[in-house]
């Protein structure tokens, strides 16, 4: 299938060529959150095909938006990462989540969520002059799953 482009000399439009489509922007998410798995990303992303996944990552491994490591023995698994270009959209994702928040309204059954997508809304939800003096640590326990964030000088590190 040939890609999707925008034929546009503009770089808002070049990179939606990149990170526009369906799905691409959700996996930037779960990356954000640490290194995963394809099995974590199916999980990770309800709904996706594993052929939209698979394209998806394909495409941004070639654009060096993410990279495949081995992790050593006992693990011995293939995981996805974001490189230092990929964590370049981690203030995209961050801004979308902070703009999204109020257009979630009341919880639905219906809908899918997983306790480590609270990550993404911390930040979204971090007041950085607020937390100038701030020097702590914090675990949280969501469902059986915990998270650390840490606070440092104005900074999140979640």
Known sequence: MPRRSYNQYCSVARSLDLVGDRWTLLLIRELMIGPRR???LIDGLPGIG???LADRLKRLLAEDVIQRRELPP?????VYELTRR???LEPVIVSLAKWGVDLLGATDPELSWRPDWTVIA???RF???AAQEVDEAY???IEGQAFWA?????????
């Open 86 to 88: 990929g964590r370049g």
């Open 50 to 52: 594993t052929n939209h």
């Open 122 to 124: 911390l930040r979204g």
């Open 38 to 40: 394809y099995t974590d």
């Open 139 to 141: 675990q949280f326990v």
């Open 127 to 129: 007041d950085e002059a």
């Open 74 to 78: 006992p693990a011995a698994s293939t």
């Open 150 to 158: 840490r606070v440092h000088g104005g900074e999140l590190e979640a």
